[in-house]
């Protein structure tokens, strides 16, 4: 069996005024390591942070128990003289210190060996031994115009120390966040899988619905994700969104106490508090206290399900918030998937959904909301032929007729 998948969210695409409490909510989440990208403005065009930022934020994670254990920084490099920074970076609590072999072999030391004012620790084996030497995990990468081939005498090295623990292989020039994958760096992939079955080989740039598949077939098994992680709308808004949709509808919610209560829906916020107008207590024999109440705000968390008119239901919205939440699925909640079968390479079974957002099924009319087969609670949910029932803390499964099946 090959190296483990591993889930690495690119926290360039997060919210750099609050980075600690993000790169905390993505381990939280599932996440395994977190992408570091460290952009100098010389070797890419553009400029993020340096050792400083990668102190502050590494007290808001865990350190790894053990080497690119769980809570691992992966720093990737996109600097150019990458053997200056080795140090600072160890002692700022990078744990695994990917430089690109671009940078290491144009740097000065390299091209210029009598330069005092750096270290000889500059070629890429010499820096790989180097990273080593000060506690770290070394990782290469390469950028989309350098060929693979490149890297075959530093893998096969005779000597562990200066082999890496990791290649990293940029599916976009490197740079930014949110740039289209470029599926013609796939073959790199798969070539170096074909040599190193238990190479950890991660790719980097695109990877989202549609193409972390594509990757991990080919081989890859750390899989980096920016924007499709961080940019993703949260279904749980789009949800909400909906449900305001059907302000003035009709609709009945059912409390978890048992009581049902029909009424003209005024305002739902993202909590699913709900505002009702014209209220009818269903059951008003049981519940006689409530015969004169008119209007009433109900607390989100008090819900078992709203009941809402079938004609109501945008399947296309929702089925685009399931899309959403099935990309989550498979890039945050899969941390410890199984193996595709036949494809031991691939980490991602993406048959399986254990998606914290909407889960609705198909029940017949006497099933009365109740699903079966379902893991992970928050069962509140469920489809009859008549009504589309909805609770609070839900999940999705599908809908009939709509594709459900995760990219
Ligand atoms: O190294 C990077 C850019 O140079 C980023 O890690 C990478 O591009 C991730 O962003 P996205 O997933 O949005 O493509």
Same mark, same amino acid.
């Given at each position: ?46 400029? #993020? ?55 290491? +072999? ?10 005092? #004012? ?29 060929? +693979? ?22 599916? +976009? ?29 991660? +790719? ?40 305001? #949709? ?24 993202? *909590? ?58 498979? *890039? ?29 099924? *198909? #029940? ?44």
């Amino acid at each position: 069996m090959g190296p483990p998948a591993i889930i690495a969210p690119s926290i360039l695409s997060a919210d750099f005024a609050t980075l600690g409490a993000e790169c905390s909510a993505k381990m939280h989440e599932g996440a395994d390591w977190l992408h570091v990208d460290i952009m100098d403005g010389h070797f890419v065009p553009n400029m #993020t942070f340096g050792a400083p930022v990668v102190t502050k934020i590494r007290s808001h994670v865990a350190r790894p128990s053990q080497p690119l254990g769980t809570g691992t920084f992966d720093c990737h490099l996109m600097i150019m003289e990458p053997h200056r920074w080795v140090k600072d970076f160890k002692k700022a609590g990078c744990d695994l210190y990917c430089f690109h072999y671009e940078a290491a +072999v144009s740097s000065v030391a390299a091209t210029e060996p009598a330069d005092k #004012t750096t270290t000889r620790r500059t070629s890429p084996k010499e820096l790989i031994r180097y990273i080593h030497e000060e506690g770290m995990q070394a990782g290469i990468a390469i950028k989309p115009d350098t060929p +693979v081939d490149v890297l075959w005498d530093i893998l096969g090295n005779k000597e562990e120390i200066e082999r890496p623990d990791m290649v990293l292989v940029m599916t +976009v020039y490197p740079g930014f966040g949110g740039q289209k994958f470029m599926a013609s760096e796939l073959p790199k992939v798969k070539a170096l899988r074909e040599r190193y079955p238990n190479l950890n080989i991660e +790719v980097d740039g695109g990877l989202g619905l549609g193409t972390i598949d594509q990757a991990a077939d080919a081989g890859a098994n750390v899989i980096v994700a920016g924007s499709a992680v961080f940019g993703a709308q949260d279904p749980k808004d789009v949800i909400a969104n909906f449900f305001k #949709t059907l302000t003035n509808q009709t609709v009945t919610v059912e409390l978890k106490n048992d009581i049902r209560i029909r009424g003209t829906l005024k305002s739902v916020d993202q *909590y699913l508090n709900i505002k009702l107008d014209d209220v009818d207590v269903l059951d008003l024999d049981k519940y006689p206290h409530l015969s004169s109440v008119k209007n009433m705000f109900i607390r989100g968390s008090v819900v078992r399900y709203v009941v809402l008119p079938r004609s109501e239901v945008d399947v296309g919205l929702l089925e685009d918030a399931t899309r959403r939440g099935s990309l989550w699925d498979a *890039y945050a909640w899969m941390q410890k998937p199984p193996i595709k079968p036949g494809k031991l390479d691939s980490p991602f079974n993406t048959q399986n959904t254990y998606g914290p957002f909407l889960r609705v099924n *198909y #029940t017949d009319e006497n099933n009365n909301g109740n699903q079966t087969g379902h893991d992970g609670g928050n069962r509140d949910t469920s489809v009859s032929d008549d009504h589309l029932l909805m609770g609070k803390g839900m999940q999705w499964d599908g809908i009939e007729g709509v594709d459900c099946t995760p990219m």
